[in-house]
């Protein structure tokens, strides 16, 4: 079966950036490989529920952003590698917490859990931003 996979986490200082990547394994298997799916990112917080932050579609490779994180946040497409990165950028104590990649062959919602997918998630990478 297809797995996600992310990777990049760490600890970085208040106002840092950091860069994860998500990728499928195999990467043949990406759900909608070779030109369809979608990728979402979400994080979870400690006792707080997961929280979708973001997500791009592979037909446009037009992202879209949860208020939390718009404009320091950026989701792209590296067709090369077959990976999907998350840029962030200004990051802030309130960004801590453990990121997931997920994707779908049909649609990403930024609500964890939906019907309407994503439905297959990577195991995370924890994020730390502390001084």
């Known amino acids: 079966d297809v797995q996600m996979m992310e990777s990049g986490g760490g600890l970085v200082q208040p106002g840092g950036s950091l860069r994860l990547s998500c990728q499928a394994s195999?990467?043949?298997?990406?759900?909608?490989?070779?030109?369809?799916?979608?990728v979402a990112w979400f994080r979870q917080a400690p006792g707080k529920e997961r929280e979708g932050i973001g997500a791009i579609y592979r037909s446009n490779g037009f992202p879209y952003y949860a208020d939390s994180v718009k404009g320091r946040f950026t989701i792209s497409m590296d067709t090369e590698k077959g990976a999907v990165s998350l840029q962030m950028d200004s990051l802030k104590p309130g960004d801590n917490g453990t990121y997931y990649c997920?994707?779908?062959?049909?649609?990403?919602?930024?609500?964890?859990?939906?019907?309407?997918?994503?439905?297959?998630w990577g195991r995370g990478t924890m994020v730390t931003v502390s001084s």
């Open positions: 195999p990467s043949t298997r990406w759900p909608g490989y070779p030109d369809r799916g979608c």
């Open positions: 997920a994707a779908d062959a049909t649609s990403c919602s930024l609500i964890a859990g939906s019907d309407y997918g994503p439905h297959v």
